[in-house]
């Protein structure tokens, strides 16, 4: 027995000798992050082409709590990806910043990310649900709360 585990051993470690592993999750990471941060960049800087790299704007919405004109209730307003890029035309002048509070990647196919997200008069926590398509990670779905700073 003491014979088969050394062989067992000496086999694993020459085998692992000359693998190389590479860390799909860590690619798959980066890839998702970076799609988050493109989003923030080119909202920020008004840049179209950013942002067309972060959504997919074929497919995804943006939801967000507002207050109806007409009733004025409460409700869930959706607007397509799309049409959501084209409101930052231009670069913002103020200081915007964001940090990403968590990532959760499913099957290497699917990620959420949590954004922590302050211009100088409003807070926003942005959820980015991905999903990876044709080799691309997008965003299909942004929901947010807003909260103004005093």
Same mark, same amino acid.
């Given at each position: 027995?003491?014979?088969?585990?050394?062989?067992?051993?000496?086999?694993?470690?020459?085998?692992?000798?000359?693998? #190389?592993?590479?860390?799909?999750?860590?690619?798959?990471?980066?890839?998702?992050?970076?799609?988050?941060?493109?989003?923030?960049?080119?909202?920020?800087?008004?840049?179209?082409?950013?942002?067309?790299?972060?959504?997919?704007?074929?497919?995804? #919405?943006?939801?967000?709590?507002?207050?109806?004109?007409?009733?004025?209730?409460?409700?869930?307003?959706?607007?397509?990806?799309?049409?959501?890029?084209?409101?930052?035309?231009?670069?913002?002048?103020?200081?915007?910043?964001?940090?990403?509070?968590?990532?959760?990647?499913?099957?290497?196919?699917?990620?959420?990310?949590?954004?922590?997200?302050?211009?100088?008069?409003? #807070?926003?926590?942005?959820?980015?649900?991905?999903?990876?398509?044709?080799?691309?990670?997008?965003?299909?779905?942004?929901?947010?709360?807003?909260?103004?700073?005093?």
């Amino acid at each position: 027995m003491r014979l088969f585990s050394m062989t067992i051993a000496a086999f694993t470690l020459v085998v692992s000798t000359f693998s #190389h592993a590479e860390s799909v999750t860590g690619k798959e990471y980066q890839a998702v992050v970076e799609t988050a941060y493109n989003y923030f960049n080119g909202a920020a800087k008004g840049n179209q082409k950013l942002l067309s790299e972060a959504f997919d704007q074929e497919f995804g #919405h943006v939801k967000m709590i507002t207050i109806s004109k007409k009733t004025g209730k409460e409700i869930i307003k959706t607007v397509p990806l799309q049409e959501f890029s084209g409101y930052f035309k231009k670069a913002t002048k103020d200081k915007w910043e964001a940090n990403i509070l968590s990532v959760d990647i499913v099957d290497n196919q699917m990620a959420m990310v949590k954004l922590d997200f302050h211009t100088p008069k409003t #807070h926003y926590i942005d959820y980015l649900v991905m999903y990876k398509r044709q080799n691309e990670w997008r965003i299909i779905n942004k929901t947010f709360v807003a909260k103004k700073k005093s």
